[in-house]
């Protein structure tokens, strides 16, 4: 069998890294690459002397990387879909979501006992694993979370089949299948549920219930503070450096999805609360390369799951019990007000750093909703007193002499 110097080299890669876990030359492996390489040599027999193992190990590998059956399989090429999702620059985070749409898809195939090759994976087995995750209990095989008691949301569904679809434009690509079958099924999907947002008097209760005293009661109300002011995700702003905030120019760089960077605006408030925080209670970092504007009392970056634990942690103490306080609730809270308070979409959309408007429409129907209540509030036809003047008799216009 042909073997290409790509295949010799992913092997070499895995000796260094995969096999022993570190990077470890070893002077054996230019013998090993012309062996391989080598057209005469297509004995799958390694030669006597201390470096037959070595060679029995490349063979070995290389029969099952280029194998017919191995070759097409989902799982095999879905590693290769990772490697140039990496190198694409895709998020950690989509990256991950991606495999495990990947590994739900693996598990039904196994479980219906159909092929795992991609070649036969067309749109009615894709259209019968929607099927199936739609009665899949929510959390099941979940490592750390108890199955519940309803099924997968249609747009958990959604999520899962867009990953698929990702996955398969790549095959598509790369020529491991002839047709995308997903160019020919329709994704379902998920219900469009009104946006939870805070009202002006929650927002209020959230900042002024943080003890400001303490250097971390007064970091939670800066990052509070940020998050309504920005609507900033949760990831840019643990992903803030301190290099990275400009109060003179009044805006902060941000790091946001697709590693596309934008400059985010900051009001005047919150400038006097970032400088009070920066020069006055801010810790002391742990180690020099921990330049993250907001950390933790041990002087450590915080992670995105700390803000979460934060955020509503905060909400509590403000008594918000009857919506879920987080701080993508803070990003919708800062777009709807954004709006009400006259702000237009495009601004919104390079403050949020959306990619195109489609998103900003609910928030545009939320704030329509207000605009609704003020005009029945304030309607002048509504407000004009009609029977007052109906009640009384109109004066004929008489010409005058």
Known sequence: ME?????????LLYLKVGNWGIYSPNPNYDLVRMYAMSSENKSDHPPEGPDRHLFSDIQGYLNQRTGPDQVYQLDHLAEGYSFAAISEGKSPNTIAIDMASVRYLIEFLVSEGLSRDVRHIDPGVLRHFIIYLLAKPAFSNHPFTPPQGRCISVGSVD????SLQSV???????????????????IPKGPQKVIPTLTEQQQIALLSTIDISTPIGYRDYALVALLLDDGMRNSEA???KLEDVDLERRQIKVLGKGNKERHVPIGATLVKILWKYMNVYRPEPALPRFNNLFLNRNGRPLTKDRVG?????RGKQAGITNIRC????????????FLRNGGDV???QRIMGHSTLEILKIYVNLAQEDVSRVHQR?????????KRYQSRPLKKNTPRK
């Open 168 to 186: 398969f434009a790549f095959f598509f690509r790369e020529g491991f299948i002839e047709q995308n079958p997903f160019l020919k099924i329709k």
């Open 309 to 313: 634990i934060i955020v509503k942690r």
């Open 346 to 348: 495009f601004t919104l």
């Open 159 to 162: 999520t899962y089949m867009r």
């Open 378 to 386: 304030c309607s002048p036809r509504d407000n004009l007193d009609i």
């Open 3 to 11: 073997r290409s110097g790509k295949d010799i080299d992913c092997f």
């Open 326 to 337: 987080s701080p993508h609730t803070l990003r919708h809270t800062f777009a709807v007000t």
């Open 238 to 240: 643990t992903g803030i």
